[in-house]
């Protein structure tokens, strides 16, 4: 399974726009990246999902370049609410691997301030 | 409201105790999982059900028992457990094995073994 890399850490203003990235070096020709959000105390929630280029959906855009070893997670005009863990997963949809089988990591913790 | 409901939220067992978690899901789903969160760790998975056969078992000691008498329900009987087994177990579930289908998590229930 293709592990993931990402910043321990982020600190963000509430209004700026917040970019993480995720670093997977080994990623496969078949796997997929998607990331999810959680809050204390809840389960991860999904946010996006991406093969290549870019996607956008009404609560971020996710950006992978050519070689697709690294994604970033863009979250335009962050809130406070928006404080929580971000979570990137990559893994394989041809050999029939679920998703609940992949590698969570410790993920980003972000914080917004006001 | 997430689709996927787990009870009781809060728990506090003796080593000595027995007792179930249960999870449902009102999305039609075909894939179900149990998860370990513990402190300052990464998520675990526990235990994969796909159309109510077990596919996973990820080297989960027996005193953790799970049960899926259909593709709403996932229970987790535990008995005999240790304090290092306090944590948030979540459970999640997909429309069935392959990464197009994410998964959607329940908010756990918070474990607390004495």
């Known amino acids: 399974l293709a592990k993931t890399t990402q910043p321990i850490s982020m600190d963000s203003y509430e209004g700026q726009e917040v970019n993480i990235t995720c670093s997977h070096n080994?990623?496969?020709?078949?796997?997929?990246i998607t990331w999810y959000q959680q809050f204390p105390s809840q389960g991860p929630r999904f946010i996006i999902q991406?093969?290549?280029t870019k996607v956008t959906n009404e609560v971020a855009s996710l950006f992978i370049p050519a070689d697709r070893k690294s994604s970033t997670l863009s979250l335009p005009r962050v809130s406070l609410s928006d404080t929580a863990v971000y979570y990137c997963?990559?893994?394989?949809?041809?050999?029939?691997?679920?998703?609940?089988?992949?590698?969570f990591g410790r993920g980003t913790q972000l914080t917004v301030w006001p | 409201e997430t689709g996927v409901t787990q009870t009781p939220r809060h728990l506090v067992m003796g080593m000595t105790n027995k007792k179930s978690l249960k999870c449902e899901q009102h999305?039609?789903?075909?894939?179900m999982y149990w998860y370990k969160q513990s402190a300052k760790k990464p998520l675990e998975l526990m235990f994969v059900?796909?159309?109510?056969?077990?596919?996973e078992n990820n080297s989960v000691p027996s005193r953790f028992s799970p049960e899926c008498p259909n593709s709403s329900h996932l229970f987790l009987h535990l008995h005999t457990l240790q304090p290092e087994d306090s944590a948030l177990y979540l459970c999640?579930?997909?429309?069935?094995?392959?990464?197009?289908?994410?998964?959607?998590f329940g908010n756990g229930t918070r474990l607390t073994v004495t």
């Open positions: 999640a579930s997909s429309q069935a094995e392959g990464q197009s289908s994410p998964l959607h």
């Open positions: 080994n990623i496969a020709t078949n796997d997929y």
């Open positions: 991406g093969y290549k």
């Open positions: 997963l990559v893994g394989d949809i041809i050999r029939g691997s679920t998703l609940g089988r992949l590698y």
């Open positions: 999305l039609g789903h075909n894939a």
């Open positions: 059900y796909n159309f109510k056969e077990q596919t």
